[in-house]
């Protein structure tokens, strides 16, 4: 898809082009299988690393430089608030209910073994608590792209 955009457009729709054909991929089914190990997270920064570097114009500045200048966040940033609006949407219930009918919050839940100290349920909680409450009585999420 990179070489695809690199090859056949231009600056100002690099971005959105990016956005729409690259992160999608990146970010799918974020909530279910979010890389927990830094090799893993390293690799799908490096994607999005390599992506900036096509635009010209930035192509000099460093990585945190061109997230800024193109106005893209980081993947970790991504991957949180993809948990985080989904953790939204059960809560509130605006999801199918049948889906997440077995889904138990527990606050102070211990795991022993990292198949379960990275699932969604356990990941999310520190995270969710740390909201300011006029995020979390929020009617909608806020959706930034």
């Avoid at 600056?11 to 974020?30: D, G, I, M, Q």
């Avoid at 022993?112 to 699932?119: I, N, S």
Wanted: hydrophobic fraction near 40%.
């Amino acid at each position: 898809m990179l070489g695809l955009i690199n090859r056949n457009f231009i600056y100002l729709t690099f971005v959105t082009l990016y956005k729409s054909l690259v992160r999608s991929h990146l970010e799918y089914a974020n909530s279910v299988w979010n890389p927990h190990r830094q090799g893993l997270t390293k690799d799908l920064e490096k994607v999005q690393m390599r992506a900036t570097k096509l635009v010209l114009n930035v192509k000099h500045l460093t990585y945190k430089e061109r997230l800024l200048q193109l106005k893209l966040p980081i993947i970790k940033y991504r991957h949180l608030r993809g948990d985080m609006i989904e953790d939204f949407e059960i809560i509130t219930g605006k999801c199918l209910p049948s889906v997440f009918k077995n889904i138990k919050i527990v606050v102070n839940h211990r795991c022993h073994y990292d198949l379960r100290k990275y699932f969604f349920c356990t990941r999310i909680i520190n995270t969710w608590n740390s909201l300011p409450e006029s995020v979390i009585s929020a009617s909608t999420p806020l959706r930034i792209s």
